[in-house]
């Protein structure tokens, strides 16, 4: 089992459209999250960290279940803008942080 | 707002030959990291530099040397360039460790598109 897994996708939404996406880690004791934001042939940028009581900015949703090992990213009233990659990031401690491969949204008109 | 810059933005090797990737951040980060980007593979660490006059092994260390020249400043330098590392590299800073149990996010140069052949 992968460290961090996410799927791939893509995931094809109309505009407007709430969307979601799940990332898995293996390792129980990761203490931090993260999603970032990938556009094409670009640098990964933060888009939020995740906290345990889950957190949220605008249009962005970001939780984590602790019990079953994964974190989440809702995107709400998707605009096209939204289309790129989400990286899912995991700090295991211990010096070793895992970049998920990420997962693909195009937001169509 | 300059963040976290990469030089140079593209470069052809041929086997065997070596060259330095430069990276300098003006944010006034402790901690600096070098990536790299294989499709399907997510981003793996190569080396880190947790603070000026340290460096460690990430993941994927091999045919890899660092300097951390000063603060600003991480280099990463390939010895002899192997087709195997043609990918793209992709430096980062953040205030403070990133392994810490902080959220401190990791700020991304916009990379290195790097071809060996």
């Known amino acids: 089992r992968k460290e961090v897994e996410q799927d791939p996708g893509p995931f094809n939404v109309p505009e407007g459209a709430t969307v979601a996406f799940n990332c898995t880690y293996s390792?129980?004791?990761?203490?931090?999250f993260f999603w970032y934001r990938q556009d094409c042939r670009k640098e990964p940028k933060l888009l939020m960290s995740?906290?345990?009581s889950g957190n949220e900015d605008g249009r962005f949703t970001a939780q984590l279940n602790r019990a079953s090992q994964y974190i989440s990213l809702l995107i709400r009233d998707s605009k096209l803008s939204d289309s790129a990659t989400y990286l899912c990031?995991?700090?295991?401690?211990?010096?070793?942080?895992?970049f998920g491969t990420g997962t693909k949204l195009q937001v169509i008109p | 707002n300059a963040g976290v810059t990469q030089t140079p933005k593209f470069q052809v090797l041929k086997t065997g030959q070596s060259m330095t990737l430069q990276c300098a951040q003006d944010?006034?980060?402790?901690?600096m990291y070098w990536y790299r980007q294989d499709p399907g593979m997510g981003l793996r660490l190569i080396y880190y530099?947790?603070?000026?006059?340290?460096?460690d092994k990430g993941e994927v260390p091999n045919g890899y040397n660092v300097s951390r020249l000063n603060k600003r400043e991480f280099s990463l330098r390939l010895e002899s360039a192997a087709p195997s590392q043609t990918s793209v590299y992709f430096c980062?800073?953040?205030?403070?460790?990133?392994?810490?149990?902080?959220?401190?996010?990791?700020?991304f140069g916009d990379g290195t598109r790097l071809s060996i052949l």
């Open positions: 980062a800073s953040s205030g403070i460790p990133f392994f810490g149990t902080e959220n401190q996010p990791q700020h």
């Open positions: 390792n129980s004791a990761s203490q931090s």
């Open positions: 995740v906290y345990s």
């Open positions: 990031v995991v700090n295991e401690g211990y010096q070793k942080v895992t």
């Open positions: 944010m006034n980060h402790n901690s």
């Open positions: 530099s947790a603070s000026e006059g340290t460096t």
